[in-house]
Structure formats: C-alpha cells, structure tokens
C-alpha cells in the first residue's frame, strides 16, 4: 500500500520535472558547463609571467640567459630596459610581474672566481602565486643557461641541482585536481539545493498544504522529493566521469565503485540539509539566501580552491563540520592517487554520520502541522 | 439540534494564539453528521485558523475535541482519512493534467485503481468534465478549477469536507451550481463544514455560526438567527454581530 503511494508521489514529481521549463535544462545544462567550461577557467596553473631584463653585463652569456626565459613557454621577456629604474616602471604600470638584473662583468666574474657572481630577481609580490612561480621558474631558468655555459666551457657541475618529480599528478596540471571537485559542486547543487526549492515551491503554491492535509505519510512525501534528485545525481556523476576522460583524458586511478559509494553518501547528507532549510524557510527568496550562505562557505572552506592546510587552526577545526571536504578528500584521493577504503575510512565514516544526522533533523523539522 | 444525532465534530475551548495575538478565543461547538455547517465571520475573525486546528494543519494551543471520532491533539493523521479539505487558495498542481490530479489524490487515500476508476468517471459526468481529463489544471477556466478541487477533496467519500471560502471569486451562476453539489455531497451523507463571506449562501446551511475577535457570537439555524436578532437575512444578523468587533482586519 505505501509502495503504491510512493510510486503515485515519484510519477507525480517526474511528471512535474519533465514539465517544468527550467529544470531539465539545469539537470543536462549545468554539469556540462561545469565540467566543460570550469576547468578551463578554475585554473591556478601560472603560464604568462612578464619579465623585464635588465642587462648590464652585455656580455654573450648575459645574452643567452634573455634568450632562453624567451624561450620558455611561460615566461616572455616583455622589454628589455636600459636601467633598473626603467624596470620598476614597468612593473608599476603593472606591465612586469619579475625583473632580472645581471650586473655589470657577470660572465667574467662568473669564470674567474665561480660561484661567487650572482643576478638579482626581483618579483611582484602583488598576486602571491604568480609571484611565487614566476620567481622560481625565472631562476631556473637562469641556472640550467649558466650550467650549460659552464659545461661548454669545460666546467663539470660538482652537484646536481636539486630535482623534483611531482607524484599523482605527474604535469601539476591544476585541471586534474579541479575535475574530481568539480563534481562535488554539482551535487551540491542537485542533490541537495534543487530539492530544497522543490519543497518550497510547493509552500509558495499552496500545494503542500493539499498534501498535509491527506493522510499521505511525510516520510513517503519526502522521498518522493528526493528520489528522483538522487538519480539525476548519479547520472551527472557518471557524465562528469565521461567528461573527464573524454574531454581531459583523466580516469580515477582507484575504484568506480568507491566514487559511487561516496558519492551517494554525499547526496544524502546534501539532500537532508536541503530539506532542513525548506522546512525552516517560508519563501524561495528565503531558502536561496540561505542556501547561498552554505555554498559560500561549502567552497571556501571545504579544500576545493584552498588548501586546508594552509587556514588557521581554529578554520581546521571548523572545515571537519563540512561535509563536502570529505567528499572532496575521497574524490582526489581516489582519482589520482588511487586509494582505497582502508585509506579513506575515516572520510566514508563521517558522511554516514553526517548523513544519518542530516536526515535525522530533516525528519524532525519536518511537520504536517504548524 | 437533536441530541440523537452523532457527533462528527465537537470541540470545546478550542484556542490558537500566534504569540500574544489570539487568533481562536476559547470556541466550543458540535457538529451533526450529514449537516452543511456555515462557518461565517469578518475577515481575520479566525475562521480559516480554526478549520486548520480540525483538519490536523495547525496545533491547538489549548481545548480539545473531536473530529470523525478522533482527537484532535493525538490522532491527526487518523482523521486526515476521514475528511477532505478545499483550501481557500486554489491548491491542486497546476501542471498535472486532471486526471493525474484525480489519481494522486485518490492513490494517496489508499483506493484501489477500480474504485478510482469508478469515483472518477462519476465525478467526470456529473461535473461535465469528461472532455477536460487531459487538460492540465492550468488551462482550465477558474469556474471549473473550483468544482474541481471539490471533487478532489471529496472523490475518497470523506465523513467531513472542510470548504475554506469554496466560492471566492466566482460568479453568482456558478456559485448556485457549485452549492448544487455541495447538497448533493450533503445528501449522501457527508458532512459539510463551509466557511463563506457571500451571506446569501449562509441561508443555504442548516446550521451557521458567525465568529467575531476569535469567538463564536452567534450559533444557530439561519431562520432562528433572523428571529433572535429581528432581521430579515442572515447579512442583516451579520452586520449586527459583527459590529461588536473590534479587531481590525
């Protein structure tokens, strides 16, 4: 008899989604934006640093050393100004983000009395990352021109310079670290935001009262609203896996099934505090300013653009109560390194305590009567 | 009234107070089965508050009582199978055609897909719907949508149907057509429980009872009503009763 009435509920809330103008457009249209457009833009790879060189030395080596940070990929020697003055300038209009000075007799002082020569790299400190990069990637380059002109010169470096090779994301492309994440915003969104107004709207329209007044039980009635915003979030799962491989040729390293399991937990725990703040709100206006509030702090705090790690101790603490940094952890872990659920037990622990807490309240601040 | 006849309704003391504003002050009433209940008062009397206390929508804040043979603090959802509810605001969804209206509705009372079958090509003829079945609800004119709501609170056969203003906004054809069936529902042996601000239509009821401030002033059949208060309609008795009032709106 409830099986009847779930499916009468299901039919009736598939029928309204199929008719409803907009939301089949969001469920097809939204995944694919952000998983098409949002890696492309979400980006913190450093490529176009503008350097200005300030050559003092004239020398054919000073030379090279221009030549070859032209040469690279992502940086581009912008000007090249008679004095350090000039230089400064340039990154004050904002058109130079590190300046190289090599002083006057580099090369000469670099072959009679080695190691004691050195260049000044001085960098805009304004956008700290690219600062950061961009002064590494311009002293590296500096270093590999002066070993090879020493090479050539018949001086064998005594010690290699120190090397790094990036593990899991072999490229440091920033992109395979966005995509597994990327996901975790769209769930957030469908699984547990799009119910929410659902459940609202019927307030707005009166409907729900319809329904309170049957003997239909709440529990049915809200599964009915959240069921169908389950599947769809399997489905847009499964398209981000695909575009992930498709598009940027990234498929998880550990198991599909892990993702699934994670990803269904998450969905719950999205979807009971989705139905807490229907319950609590009285207009749409209301629930999406809330809701706004929770995404603000969902992306800033749950690790997806900024490392947990670098917040404050107090931030720390607060991020265990966010429960996208779990499913953002196992997504990435799972994704590139592979893990496993003995590695990841803890993260899939907590989304079933917070997912039984979630839909535990969501029941509860649930009521047929006011 | 006849002390022989059951009791479908009985409340006494029944209060709602929305922090310190009393919406429903303390009203105790019966209500015999098979009667057409008119429930009148001003606007923000508390009418529509206290049809939501029967129907299980809003918790009394003090009083008890009865309704289809059960409590009204304990036993809501017992009663939610006994009565049908027409809101005030027009509440069926929209972008489902009739008949999913009709079959939601029905499944969700627990009939069987031959009695929904049965109840709903009934309806269909007797309203003249039929060539409306697959029209979404809202493409059909606001005359019909009211007739609709009708038959969907009452398609399960409820002991009560609860009819927040059924009429508003409609015209006085349609308005003698839909009390039509109201007496028909009547006569089948439901009970009707019909709050209205058109006082013609109160002289339709067996029984009126005219709330001012939250309190029922006046409880008795319309021809007593005119006799106790020397008037010739219930709208003169009204604009007498509720000249007491002395909330605003």
């Known amino acids: 008899m409830k099986l009847r009435i779930l499916k009468a509920l299901l039919k009736k809330e598939i029928t309204l989604m199929q008719r409803n103008p907009l939301i089949p457009k969001i469920i097809i249209g939204m995944p694919l934006m952000v998983m098409l457009i949002l890696p492309l833009v979400a980006n913190l790879d450093v490529k176009d640093v503008n350097v200005a060189v300030v050559d003092n030395d004239h020398s054919s080596l000073s030379r090279r050393i221009t030549a070859d940070i032209s040469a690279s990929p992502f940086l581009t020697v912008i000007d090249v100004p008679l004095d350090h003055s000039g230089a400064i300038a340039l990154v004050e209009k904002g058109d130079v983000d590190v300046i190289l000075t090599v002083p006057p007799h580099f090369s000469r002082s670099l072959a009679i009395c080695s190691g004691n020569a050195s260049v000044d790299i001085e960098v805009n400190g304004v956008n700290a990352t690219k600062g950061m990069l961009g002064g590494q990637y311009v002293s590296q380059s500096v270093l590999s021109t002066i070993k090879g002109w020493r090479e050539e010169n018949g001086v064998t470096e005594p010690t290699q310079p120190t090397g790094i090779l990036y593990l899991y994301n072999p490229t440091l492309n920033f992109r395979n670290y966005m995509i597994p994440a990327l996901m975790v915003v769209l769930l957030i969104i469908i699984c547990g935001f799009l119910p929410a107004l659902n459940l609202v709207s019927e307030k707005e329209t009166g409907t729900i009262e319809a329904m309170n007044v049957t003997p239909v039980p709440r529990l049915l009635f809200v599964l009915s609203k959240l069921i169908p915003f389950w599947i769809v979030g399997m489905i847009v799962v499964t398209v981000g896996m695909l575009v992930g491989w498709i598009v940027y040729s990234l498929v998880p390293a550990g198991s599909i099934f892990l993702i699934y399991l994670a990803a269904i937990l998450f969905s719950l725990v999205m979807s009971g505090l989705g139905v807490i703040i229907a319950n609590r709100s009285a207009s749409m206006l209301q629930s999406i300013f809330v809701m706004f509030a929770f995404i603000m702090v969902f992306q800033l705090m749950s690790g997806l653009f900024t490392p947990i790690g670098s917040m404050p101790g107090w931030a720390r603490t607060i991020t265990y109560a966010i429960p996208p940094r779990y499913f953002i952890e196992i997504m990435r872990a799972v994704y590139l390194k592979g893990a496993g659920f003995a590695d990841l037990w803890f993260q899939f622990l907590t989304l079933v305590a917070l997912a039984v807490l979630t839909l535990g309240l969501s029941a509860l601040t649930y009521s047929k009567r006011s | ?249």
């Not at chain 2, 036993?75 to 939601?104: A, C, P």
């Open chain 2, 1 to 249: 009234m006849k002390s022989n006849v059951e009791k479908v309704i009985s409340v006494s003391n029944l209060t709602k107070r929305f922090g310190s504003f009393t919406a429903v002050d303390h009203i105790s009433f019966d209500v015999c089965r098979g009667e057409i209940f008119g429930f009148l008062g001003a606007n923000g009397a508390g009418k529509t508050t206290a049809m939501r206390m029967l129907c299980g929508l809003s918790r009394p804040t003090e009083g008890n009582g009865r309704v289809a043979g059960c409590d009204i603090l304990t036993q809501t959802e017992m009663i939610k199978r006994h009565i049908g509810y027409m809101s005030q605001k027009f509440s069926l969804y929209s972008e489902l055609t009739v008949d999913e209206n009709i079959r939601l509705f029905s499944t969700i009372y627990s009939m069987t897909d031959v009695q929904i079958m049965e109840a709903s090509s009934r309806l269909y003829a007797e309203l003249g719907m039929e060539s409306m079945r697959r029209t979404r609800v809202s493409d059909i004119p606001v005359g019909w949508r009211q007739k609709l709501a009708f038959a969907t609170a009452t398609i399960h056969r409820p002991d009560i149907v609860f009819l927040d203003e059924p009429t508003g906004g409609v015209d006085p054809v349609t308005r003698r057509k839909f009390w039509e069936h109201i007496y028909k529902a009547s006569s089948e042996g439901m009970t009707i429980f019909v709050t209205t601000h058109y006082l013609d239509e109160a002289e339709y009821c067996d029984r009126v009872s005219i709330m001012v401030d939250g309190c029922i002033s006046a409880l008795d059949s319309p021809a007593a009503l005119k006799r106790k208060y020397h008037a010739d309609t219930i709208d003169e008795v009204f604009r007498i009763v509720a000249s007491e009032a002395k909330r605003d709106e």
